[in-house]
Each structure stands twice: as structure tokens, then as C-alpha cells.
């Protein structure tokens, strides 16, 4: 299954990062793209993202790995180095 992160995505999302507010990891533009794909909130981490209605913890492909280390040390002064994105997660995963 292929999951865009579009501009939109990445202009709605947080645009802050702080690891004690979980808000901001279920806010960010792979998240947004992964619920309007599949229906389904995830919580995004550094390098894994967690279905919490499942219990399951994934890895993230490394293209998504670079986007969210990206997003975050770009965002407040170099946003337009903020490109948008694809990748590809198996189907049997989203539960």
C-alpha cells in the first residue's frame, strides 16, 4: 500500500517538535497521510510508528525516516526544504 505525503499534509502539520507531547507525533505529516489513506491514527515516532488500537509497533522505510528528521530541523527556518513524499508499508499491517 502506497502512502503519499502530500503539501497539504506538510502545511497542516506541527510545525514544532517536543517528545512530551504525543499530540505533535499523531499531527505530523506522515501521520495525517497515514490516516487519510487507511483510515487509521498512528503515532509517529523518530524511526517507528505505533497503531495504539492494535498494539502494534512498525518500522518506518528510511525515506520516512529522513522526512521526519528533515521536517523537524527545517521547519522553523528552511520549510521550503520540505518536500513531499512516498512510501510503501504492507497492507497486512494495517489492521
Not at 523537524?72 to 513524499?85: A, D, G, T
Request: with cysteine; charged share 25%; glycine share 4%.
Amino acid at each position: 500500500m502506497w502512502i503519499k505525503v502530500t503539501q497539504e499534509d506538510i502545511d497542516n502539520g506541527i510545525k514544532q517538535y517536543s517528545i512530551t507531547r504525543t499530540d505533535v507525533c499523531i499531527s505530523c505529516p506522515v501521520a495525517q497521510a497515514f490516516y487519510r489513506i487507511t483510515g487509521k491514527s498512528i503515532l509517529v515516532g523518530m524511526f517507528s510508528y505505533w497503531q495504539w488500537d492494535v498494539g502494534k509497533i512498525h518500522n518506518l522505510p528510511n525515506n520516512v525516516v529522513d522526512f521526519v528528521r528533515e521536517f523537524h530541523n527545517n521547519i522553523i527556518e528552511h520549510p521550503e526544504l520540505i518536500k513531499p513524499i512516498k512510501f510503501q508499508i504492507k497492507k497486512e499491517t494495517v489492521k
